[in-house]
């Protein structure tokens, strides 16, 4: 009989796709790889591409660290540790050759800057550290071969400027386009450049004279004026205290400090005072606390030499004049300063109002208040510029430095050589005569001295704006219109507030020819001023008064004789009086 067929249950079932099976794919080496001596140098190839890779990302890495850690440093102020390690320099070449060998103009050029900035760190960490030593020398009793020291800094000066000026040429004024992300801090670097190489000339100035100065193989001492520009003059301000400051051998070892009215006391017979200290002030004799009338600094330090001469005795080689606004820097610098004696605290802030009240308001015929309080305050500074970190000898020389540039700080010396140094670097406060850069050229100049005449304080209060017009006519002759406005904000009459008596001098190009002055609304006749000639420059002087809680202005007309021709440059050089803020 037939086979019955089997019946079978479908349902539920999952339909499960066959599996394959996996095909094995092995690695097919080229034909002529399989020789054993490509396959070794195949292997090195790749080895050397892993460890070229390697060794860029390393010295990346190595270059980036450098470049922060030399900003920390700069910001910091810490110079003296910018000597770059052997690693460094390596990472730095090989960066810069590999960059050159691949044709990447950008990267070869920021590379080669690089390179040049780890050396300028070098120079510039030996520099800082000799100053360190220099410093130290003069201040303490660290020994060193000086000469040796100060050598070695001017040629370090000479290498840094040089380095700076191959860095300055080699960045472009432009931003790379690798640094657009930083484009600020390249400008800001960039524009820096020119700076750093001026006060590098400053330095080198600085480092030629001071064998001098400091009287590397004698002794020398020096004439400190404090001069306290509240009460403005013509060098800064009215001469309360003065100092006598002496080195030895290149070492600071005394440094003491008087009332100026000692000193004035012991001046034996009469000299007679120009006629406005006499008239104005109402001096019947000249002293030293008045020797400062002349703004030209060389011209008023012998006048004051010649007063220490004559009524206490002493020989200086120099005078150095400094105003309040000198050891508010240097306190800034330094930080503030503890008396026990006074059981205080001075600073940057209260140093003024304290020396004021220590002045003046203790004052009384034969008090010393003034010579110890100021006494104790130099003393104080002196000794913790001796213990100073470096940090804070950086910042004491910028101080320093900053106070020279404004003319808050003068030096004139008896040495001939060395007063043309300071000359040079516009450090003398003498009435200065820029030439001009350039031919044919128009020499203009101008240069506005106040002298408060008042016996009180009140340049405090007073704030000065003043607005030069210029009018050239056809044939080229020049018209001057000064306007000077001053304005007092004081609210009483009461000491040391008051009326500000100002006996005012403009000192003008030689040519010049006065037309009219006129304070207020009111024209001066010839009897209320004075035209003369001074240090090649012609001088109008004549008096404003500016009461309390008002102002006063005053207009001074006047051309010159000397035309401007077609195609000449035109300057105008405007000397600030030291002591001023406007």
Not at 77 to 106: I, M, Q, R
Not at 458 to 469: E, G, Q, R
Request: net charge neutral; proline share 5%.
């Amino acid at each position: 009989p037939p086979v019955k067929p089997k019946t079978y249950n479908l349902t539920g079932l999952e339909f499960v796709p066959k599996k394959q099976p996996r095909v094995k794919r092995k690695l097919t080496v080229p034909s002529f790889l399989k020789k054993r001596g490509l396959r070794v140098v195949a292997k090195g190839l790749l080895f050397g591409l892993i460890f070229y890779l390697g060794s860029l990302a390393l010295t990346l890495g190595i270059t980036w660290v450098t470049i922060t850690n030399y900003k920390n440093q700069f910001v910091a102020g810490s110079l003296d540790n910018l000597k770059s390690n052997p690693v460094a320099k390596t990472a730095a070449k090989y960066l810069y050759t590999n960059s050159v060998a691949f044709g990447l103009t950008d990267a070869s050029l920021l590379l080669d800057a690089y390179q040049q900035a780890l050396k300028l760190g070098e120079t510039t960490s030996n520099l800082s550290l000799g100053a360190r030593d220099i410093s130290s020398y003069i201040l303490s009793d660290v020994d060193l071969n000086l000469a040796s020291t100060l050598t070695t800094a001017r040629l370090d000066v000479e290498t840094l400027y040089q380095e700076l000026s191959l860095l300055d040429g080699t960045l472009p004024a432009k931003t790379p386009d690798l640094l657009t992300s930083v484009d600020d801090d390249y400008q800001n670097f960039k524009n820096l450049l020119p700076t750093l190489k001026k006060n590098t000339l400053l330095g080198k100035g600085v480092v030629s004279i001071l064998p001098d100065l400091i009287s590397l193989s004698d002794r020398a001492k020096y004439l400190v004026l404090f001069q306290n520009n509240m009460e403005l003059r013509g060098t800064g301000g009215f001469i309360g205290s003065y100092g006598i400051i002496s080195f030895e051998k290149g070492k600071l070892y005394d440094f003491q400090v008087y009332d100026v009215y000692t000193a004035d006391g012991a001046l034996k017979g009469h000299v007679e005072p120009p006629a406005p200290i006499k008239n104005i002030l109402g001096e019947a004799k000249w002293y030293l606390r008045d020797s400062n009338f002349d703004p030209d600094f060389p011209t008023s330090a012998r006048r004051a030499e010649w007063f220490l001469k004559k009524s206490m005795n002493q020989d200086v080689s120099g005078t150095i004049a400094v105003n309040l606004e000198t050891l508010k820097l240097l306190l800034s610098a330094i930080g503030p300063l503890e008396l026990p004696d006074y059981d205080e605290t001075i600073n940057a802030g209260n140093l003024a109002e304290r020396a004021q009240y220590h002045a003046e308001v203790n004052f009384f015929p034969g008090s010393t208040a003034k010579k110890e309080f100021l006494s104790s305050v130099a003393d104080a500074l002196f000794e913790k510029i001796k213990t100073a970190d470096a940090k804070s000898l950086l910042s004491v020389s910028a101080a320093l430095m900053s106070s020279l540039e404004s003319s808050d700080t003068q030096v004139s010396v008896t040495s001939p050589n060395s007063e043309k140094i300071l000359q040079t670097l516009g450090w003398n406060g003498g009435i200065e005569n820029k030439p001009c850069p350039t031919s044919p050229c128009y020499d203009d100049y101008l240069y506005s001295v106040d002298s408060n005449f008042g016996v009180n304080k009140a340049n405090f209060y007073i704030t000065k704006d003043m607005n030069l017009d210029i009018n050239v006519s056809k044939d080229g002759e020049p018209t001057h219109t000064l306007t000077t406005t001053w304005k007092n904000a004081a609210t009483s009459n009461a000491w040391p507030a008051g009326s500000y008596k100002n006996y005012a001098r403009l000192y003008l190009p030689p040519s010049s020819s006065l037309v009219e002055i006129r304070v207020g609304e009111n024209a001066l006749s010839p009897s209320d001023y004075t035209v003369a000639e001074e240090h090649g420059r012609l001088v109008v002087s004549y008096l404003v008064t500016v009461p309390i809680n008002s102002l006063t202005t005053s207009t001074v007309v006047y051309t010159n004789r000397t035309q401007l021709k077609s195609g000449s440059f035109y300057t105008l050089y405007y000397q600030r009086q030291s002591g001023t803020r406007s």
